[in-house]
């Protein structure tokens, strides 16, 4: 989006809405409404089976299909998502990481087929493609649990569409440092700062050092280099973050890079703002905190997104519905084309506050900075688990001003008397649902897709992928030959996962520290778990569980620190598990409770499951209990199926949530309530 001149009005910003469910053929009807109303971009959802590299009808993508983004599991998908949408015409995100080379290739494939039927040159319809893909492997390790294969294949895979993207689609952002999710495992400003600028020098240092790309071109390189952040609450400190880091952004490029010119070297972003800090108690308090999170990235001239997301007032009940998104929508517009915001120069310019607070971020990212490069950089500081303890830990220290008050949320730790709510008053119908049936329907349509297609050039194009993984060869295109040729999400992934193999990143659990509440209430749970331990001969034992796709680890991770204070011996072994594995681990560990963590709507299909192997193995009396976003309706159904407890993000105290856990274990074990 090209900046206009000082003397003009300042142009828009691209207006996103994050979207995309059930399947292609119903989010494309999502995305020309959203079209229609005056959205100027799309951004693309894709469910957690796709972001991990799972078919629809493999075992781990059970329960998980079309509820957080819409599945694309071939080039039949994606032909699907964009009918009747000029993908050449389009500004496309797609939030997609470990496999973001393959959603890349078959994006390019439909792009090159829409071009055949237009009798278009291929290289004239690549050259139009604008967009980004997400493709930051490293906050996956760290925040949001979507990766797949180990740091250094991740990064060869981000190394070869950068110098490809460069040359072949040179509109196209081929990543996006992306911090967003590591504020919402707890980074302080200086942390996402720090973290975000270590993961963008490790990938251009490994672009420099493939000499994929010639020295003359690597400021082209640098220029398409995009961010995508997070804008929190403390709107104030938000902006001064992004003027933050558009001088690091500018002072790594030229002195590391040596980049000259400077249209190059400015910083690219887009944003979505803070969508975890959305409240489920009081949720029409959402919407005021929409709008002043996106004052923090529009109001400087100097540090403006590019690009703006902005969930919905009701994303911590559930799925927002269309309405949800198209007011999400009109915030923009009306910020962008009512107001006199674009008609100014950079209106803090020349504030010693501003300046004050940007030079002391600037000073505290630089030396976090300093101190990952000390370690080797941004993928060994993931590797010995350091990133991944600071988060954890940042989020504790956050936990316990929440709890202790210090830190006001309106509405969940004061003001929290309230009027019922007109905008809740249809129930379940305050939030969009996934019918049941898409799951069957996709796994029905994939095994047909497999049937109809080409076998042998499947075969052979797999086979050249496999083979191209074990030597340096550039594996875009060979990515794109086997879009071309049918292969499916699963496919492509597990040919890799062969050559690559898998990663479990560190939790960052064992090393966190944590306090919550007053210590006198610690205290008082951490006797009970001794009291009840010496009652039945051993130390009690909690499980921690993951069950399904679902990587927002951050809450299970809080609740394993908190129940290891309190006295628990704690059984966490991260993300991604099937319910059998989580039944094995907690009959092998004779664990007390199991608590279950899950945020992807997915806990009416896997939470079962976990309670019938507990049942079949012979240990249906250990009390299971289950957090996550649950609706009302659905917390009914789960306690019906034998769930202990429900804790929803309203539960944000964790030492009382411990309590209870112990009450519910004293009732299994015959106990008394002392």
């Not at 989580?582 to 299909?605: C, D, K, M, P, R």
């Not at 411990?658 to 074990?669: F, G, K, P, S």
Request: proline share 5%; hydrophobic share 40%; glycine share 10%.
């Amino acid at each position: 989006m090209p900046y206009p001149t000082d003397r003009e009005r300042d142009r828009p910003w691209v207006i996103r809405t994050y979207a995309g469910h059930s399947s292609a053929a119903k989010t494309n009807e999502l995305y020309r409404r959203n079209l229609a109303k005056g959205q100027t971009g799309l951004s693309v959802a894709f469910d957690l089976p796709t972001q991990t590299g799972y078919d629809p009808d493999d075992e781990l993508a059970k329960g998980e299909v079309g509820k957080v983004g819409v599945p694309v599991s071939h080039i039949g998908d994606m032909r699907a998502l964009f009918e009747g949408i000029p993908v050449a015409e389009a500004n496309t995100s797609m939030t997609i990481n470990a496999p973001a080379m393959w959603l890349l290739a078959l994006y390019v494939a439909v792009a090159e087929e829409q071009a055949e039927e237009q009798g278009l040159d291929y290289s004239e319809v690549r050259g139009k493609l604008a967009g980004t893909t997400q493709n930051d492997i490293v906050k996956e390790y760290l925040s949001r649990g979507t990766y797949v294969f180990p740091p250094g294949p991740s990064l060869r895979l981000i190394t070869d569409m950068v110098a490809w993207s460069v040359t072949e689609i040179p509109k196209w952002n081929p990543i996006n440092i992306c911090s967003y999710h590591l504020q919402e495992a707890g980074a302080t400003p200086q942390q996402e700062l720090a973290y975000a600028l270590s993961t963008a020098i490790a990938v251009l240092d490994s672009v420099r050092d493939s000499g994929q790309v010639p020295p003359e071109k690597f400021g082209d390189v640098v220029g398409r280099i995009s961010f995508f952040v997070n804008a929190g609450i403390r709107f104030v400190e938000e902006m001064c973050k992004l003027r933050a880091l558009g001088r690091l952004w500018d002072e790594i490029t030229k002195e590391r890079y040596g980049v000259e010119n400077p249209k190059q070297r400015r910083l690219r972003y887009g944003v979505q703002v803070n969508s975890l800090g959305l409240t489920e108690a009081q949720p029409e308090n959402n919407v005021q905190r929409i709008v002043l999170e996106m004052l923090a990235v529009t109001l400087s001239k100097d540090a403006r997104a590019r690009a703006v997301q902005l969930p919905a007032w009701n994303e911590a009940l559930g799925l927002p519905r269309p309405w949800d998104q198209q007011w999400a929508l009109r915030m923009q517009q009306v910020l962008a084309y009512e107001t006199d915001l674009l008609e100014y120069e950079d209106i803090f310019d020349g504030s010693r506050v501003v300046e004050a607070k940007v030079a002391e971020l600037v000073e505290g990212a630089r030396a976090e900075i300093d101190r990952v490069q000390e370690m080797g950089g941004a993928v060994e500081a993931v590797e010995s688990g350091y990133m991944k303890g600071e988060l954890v830990s940042s989020l504790a220290e956050r936990r316990r001003r929440l709890e202790s008050g210090e830190e006001v949320v309106v509405g969940v730790n004061k003001f929290e008397t309230t009027e019922p709510s007109p905008l809740q008053a249809e129930g379940a119908g305050a939030i969009f649902t996934v019918d049941p049936a898409t799951e069957q329907a996709a796994v029905e349509a994939i095994r047909a897709w497999r049937a109809d297609r080409d076998q042998a050039a499947v075969e052979e194009t797999l086979r050249a992928l496999r083979d191209a993984a074990k030597t340096d060869q550039n594996l875009m295109q060979v990515s794109i030959d086997c879009a071309k040729a049918g292969v499916t999400t699963g496919e492509w992934a597990g040919a890799l996962r062969e050559v690559f193999g898998e990663f479990r990143a560190p939790t960052g659990v064992s090393g966190a520290s944590a306090s919550g509440e007053a210590a006198t209430e610690i205290a008082e749970v951490r006797e009970r778990v001794r009291t009840t331990g010496d009652e039945l001969g051993q130390r009690l034992r909690m499980l921690v569980g993951k069950p399904g796709l679902d990587g927002h680890s951050n809450g299970a991770e809080q609740v394993a620190v908190r129940a290891r204070d309190v006295g628990f011996e704690v059984v966490y072994q991260g993300i991604r598990l099937t319910p059998s594995q989580i039944v094995a681990a907690a009959v092998q560990e004779g664990v007390h409770a199991v608590g279950l963590s899950v945020l992807s709507g997915s806990h009416l299909e896997v939470v079962p499951s976990v309670v019938r192997g507990l049942r079949e193995a012979g240990a249906g009396d250990i009390p299971v209990v289950v957090g996550g976003i649950i609706p009302p309706d659905d917390e009914k159904r789960l306690r019906e199926g034998g769930i202990a407890a429900v804790f929803t993000p309203k539960n944000y105290r964790m030492t009382e949530m411990m309590d209870e856990i112990v009450t519910l274990i004293r009732q299994a074990q015959g106990l008394d309530q002392g």
